[in-house]
Structures are given as C-alpha cells and as structure tokens.
C-alpha cells in the first residue's frame, strides 16, 4: 500500500521559510520521481518542483528562486524549502509519486501565509 504523508506546514509571516517533508511507503523510493504540487484557495493544483531517482530537478518557472526540492533516500523523504514566504504562498501543498502507472497523492499540508 503505497502512503506519502506531508508535514511540516503552518503559519508563517512574510518572509518566512518552511521545510516541506513528505515521507514515502510503499514504494521503492530510491527509484522513484518524487513531486510537489500546491492548492491555493479557489484555484486549481499547480505542479511547484519534481525531482528523479537521479535528483534531477525540475521547477515549474514562477517557482524559481524560492523554491527547492531535494531527497533522502535512506530516509524515504522528500523535502520542498520554501523561502522568501509571501502571502499568494498561502496553499495546500501536495507530495505526489507515479508508482507502477498509479499516481499517488499525499492528505497535504496546509501553509499559510500572514502577518
């Protein structure tokens, strides 16, 4: 039974940075692309980072800069950094995997943005 769970979401002032960790089961996770994806309120899911098996990263364009995404594999966990926080940050952020042609979503993690 494949799980990813989120956690490290919250509310943070402008300015502000989090670490995103979504852990993994289920799959083999040393081979396995690992994405993020964010929900804002009305809006629709919005791909924010993936990273490959190899780490090769790939970041959608309004999230360069702020954004990075890295992998532990003994750990089983991907991580999404987030810096310079502003108020449109303000989403569900989502841990996703492509897993023998399923795709799997976490429960997400809420970040909120504000002053």
């Known amino acids: 039974q494949v799980q990813l769970v989120e956690s490290g979401g919250g509310l943070v002032q402008p300015g502000g940075s989090l670490r995103l960790s979504c852990a993994a089961s289920?799959?083999?996770?040393?081979?396995?692309?690992m994405g993020w994806y964010r929900q804002a309120p009305g809006k629709q899911r919005e791909l924010v980072a993936t990273?490959?098996?190899?780490?090769?990263?790939n970041y959608a364009d309004s999230m360069k800069g702020r954004f990075t995404i890295s992998r532990d594999n003994a750990k089983k966990t991907v991580y999404l950094q987030v810096n310079s926080l502003e108020p449109e940050d303000t989403a569900v952020y989502y841990c996703?995997?492509?897993?023998?042609?399923?795709?799997?979503w976490g429960q997400g993690t809420q970040v909120t943005v504000s002053s």
């Open positions: 289920g799959i083999i996770f040393s081979i396995a692309s």
């Open positions: 996703n995997t492509r897993w023998r042609d399923r795709v799997y």
């Open positions: 990273i490959t098996n190899a780490g090769r990263t």
